[in-house]
Nanobody, 130 residues
Framework: QLQLVESGGGLVQSGGSLRLYCAAS????????IAWFRQAPGKEREGVSS????????DYAYSVGGRFTIAKDNAKNTVYLQMNSLKPEDTAVYYC???????????????????????WGQGTQVTVSS
C-alpha cells in the first residue's frame, strides 16, 4: 500500500520552532516532487511549500515570509519542513503531498493546484499559542 505519513507536529509558543516529517511507505520518493499544505478550521487548504524531485529547487507561499525551509532526503525517503518563528496564524493541520512525473524533476510543483498531486498524507496538527 502506498502511503505518506506526516509527523513532528505539536504545541509550541509563538516564536518557537517545529520540524515536520513526511515519510513514504511502499514507494520511493526519488521521482516524486513533494509539497506541504495546511488547513485551519473553517478555512480552505493552503499551499505552503514544495520541492522538486531531483534538483532541490523550492517554492514557498508568501505567507511564510522566509520562516520555513523545505528539504528532501531521497536516501531516507523523507521530506522535512523546518518551521521557525512560528505565529498563531500558522496553526493548522499540515499535509504532505507527492506529485509524480518528469515535469517536476527539476522544478517545484505548483502549490496552488492540488490536482497535480497523486498521494496525500493524513496530516499532523501544529498549534502555536500566544
Amino acid at each position: 500500500q502506498l502511503q505518506l505519513v506526516e509527523s513532528g507536529g505539536g504545541l509550541v509558543q509563538s516564536g518557537g520552532s517545529l520540524r515536520l516529517y513526511c515519510a513514504a511507505s511502499g514507494f520511493a520518493l526519488t521521482h516524486y516532487a513533494i509539497a506541504w499544505f495546511r488547513q485551519a478550521p473553517g478555512k480552505e487548504r493552503e499551499g505552503v511549500s514544495s520541492i522538486s524531485a531531483f534538483g532541490g529547487s523550492t517554492d514557498y507561499a508568501y505567507s511564510v515570509g522566509g520562516r520555513f525551509t523545505i528539504a528532501k532526503d531521497n536516501a531516507k525517503n523523507t521530506v522535512y519542513l523546518q518551521m521557525n518563528s512560528l505565529k498563531p496564524e500558522d496553526t493548522a493541520v499540515y499535509y504532505c503531498a507527492a506529485a509524480y512525473g518528469s515535469t517536476w524533476y527539476h522544478q517545484p510543483p505548483s502549490i496552488t493546484e492540488e490536482s497535480i498531486y497523486d498521494y496525500w498524507g493524513q496530516g499532523t496538527q501544529v498549534t502555536v499559542s500566544s
